[in-house]
């Protein structure tokens, strides 16, 4: 993208108190300094969408899912572009670009073709047949408060943002500091598409800052980060007893079955745990293997991480780009030297590569990972798999549910015992043969964590419904007029009981 283009996308932030520098992860080079606003600019934003949400909510949800599926449209056109930004700013690879890009278009259509089946007014059945109807509304809850991470920058955006407008809320945006410019352009091509300005508002600045202010000022949040700062989000909202989901952390662990293939199952946890330089809320942190297999397992891994390409590249000749920047470097080569000071074996990797970049690190794979090693229970977020042979499959589930987290799991092996495997597992999805693109691409299926990973779900109808209240709306005076006396209860008492009977008869 063309520095007039990006000074043209930044042109829509208001002037803030300061600003901060965004460097280029792959090259360590200044992109741009982006605005940081103060709390009262972002309760100013959220003033301004709360006067304007009303109109939006009357242009009715037909024209909204023929603006989505408008939308869907105009990203595909723009999805290099789309892609140049994402790698811009986060420094993933092509091929990591382009599976994020893809999948979030499909946001567009998703919601562009369920949005009014799903919220429109429907009948539900009544109390008591003949004297009452019932209907039951999903009405906007106002303005969204959205808050998103660096790392998937384009796909966390339109999740969570589509289906809020498409439920005719306002949304107000705060991005992360590192990836303004891809939600920017994206909020472009949807007024490109004909959604108002006014409906989708973009804030950047301080997490804190600009974060407290919208939880403290919104209607509903939706919140993607880590599990520390849902926390503070989740209390901040329930003292204003509005909603939110939380979309968090997780220590995804994969299991190994007798009866898989060595070969495929390295070829499952190389993607499963590498894409985006493991910087993925679902990639897989742990694996759990058979004994039998173990050292072949091993073999294969360091095989096929030696045949990687890591490196920057504005094509798909690269697997695996950079880490995020410096914290996410410091925190990967913490993790992986604290594991080896424990006593974990160093399989593959376990470097930086600043010849590649100055935030390149080499996918690792660690073995036996003692229980006092950080990373053993922790979040790595980044290129580090750890191995585990294991002697017994009820012990291997077991250590693959001793977590605090939820959120994805993964099962390589014959499909029928994984999945009954995959039942025992408790966390939000299990891939299975897959590390989390067979779940993680489906929109129709809810996304989201068990326990310290998450509340509520995003994607499937349930990620609209998340954005609405409800309202039920009771109508009386069908063919029989609701009794008022006690002496009138007396004499309908036979009817509404051949009603209630009747009720189980056809439910
Ligand atoms: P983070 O919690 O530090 O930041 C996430 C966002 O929250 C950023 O935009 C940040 O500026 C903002 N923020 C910071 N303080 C805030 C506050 N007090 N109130 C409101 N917002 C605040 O997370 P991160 O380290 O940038 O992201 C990585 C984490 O996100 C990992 O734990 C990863 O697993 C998780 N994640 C989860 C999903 C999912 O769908 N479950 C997806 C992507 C990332």
Known sequence: ?????????????????????????????????????????????????RDYQPILAKTGLPQRQRLLLNLHDILLGSDERLMDLVQLETGKSRAHAFEETVGAIAAASYYGKISVKTLARRRTRAGVPLLTKTYV??????????????????????????????????????????????????????IEAGW???????????????????VDSVDYVAFTGSTATGLKVAQRASARLIGYSLELGGKNPMIVLEGAKPKRAAEIAVSGAF???????????????PRSMHQEFLTELTKQIDALEVGRSDDFSTDIGSLGGYVQLQRVSGYVSDAVANGAELVAGGHALPNTGPYFYAPTVLNNVPASAKLYRREVF??????????????????????QYGLNAAIVG?????????????????N????????????????????????????????????????????????????????????????????????KLFS
């Open 414 to 430: 014959p499909v029928k015992l994984a999945t009954r495997v995959a039942s025992r597992l408790n966390t939000g999805s299990v």
């Open 137 to 190: 509304d999903q009405v906007p809850v106002g303005v969204v408060g959205i808050v998103t991470p660096w790392n998937y920058p384009l796909a966390l955006t339109l999740l969570d943002v589509l289906p809020a407008l498409a439920a005719g809320n306002a949304v107000v945006q705060k991005v992360d500091n590192q990836t303004a410019l891809t939600a920017l352009f994206a909020r472009h091509l949807a």
């Open 1 to 49: 993208m063309s520095e007039t283009s990006i000074v043209s996308l930044l042109s829509h932030l208001p002037q803030g108190q300061s600003t901060v520098p965004v460097i280029n992860p792959a090259t360590g080079k200044k992109i741009y300094d982006l605005q940081q606003l103060s709390a009262e600019q972002v309760i100013d934003a959220v003033s301004k969408a």
């Open 432 to 503: 299975i043969n897959e590390g989390f693109r067979a779940s993680f691409a489906s929109m129709e299926s809810p996304m989201g964590g068990m326990k310290a990973s998450g509340h509520g779900r995003r994607n499937g109808p349930g990620g609209l419904l998340r954005f609405t209240e409800t309202r039920v709306i009771g109508v009386a005076g069908g063919l029989i007029r609701l009794p008022s006396r006690a002496r009138d209860y007396e004499k309908m008492a036979p009817l509404m009981r051949l009603m209630v009977k009747s009720m």
């Open 196 to 214: 108002p300005e006014e409906a989708w508002t973009i804030v950047t600045g301080d997490g804190e800052t600009v974060g407290n202010a919208l």
């Open 275 to 289: 894409s985006s330089a493991g910087q993925l809320c679902v990639a897989i942190e742990r694996v759990y293997v």
């Open 382 to 403: 980044g290129p580090v798999l750890a191995v585990e042979p294991y002697d017994d499959l009820d012990d291997a589930i077991d250590q693959a549910n001793d977590s």
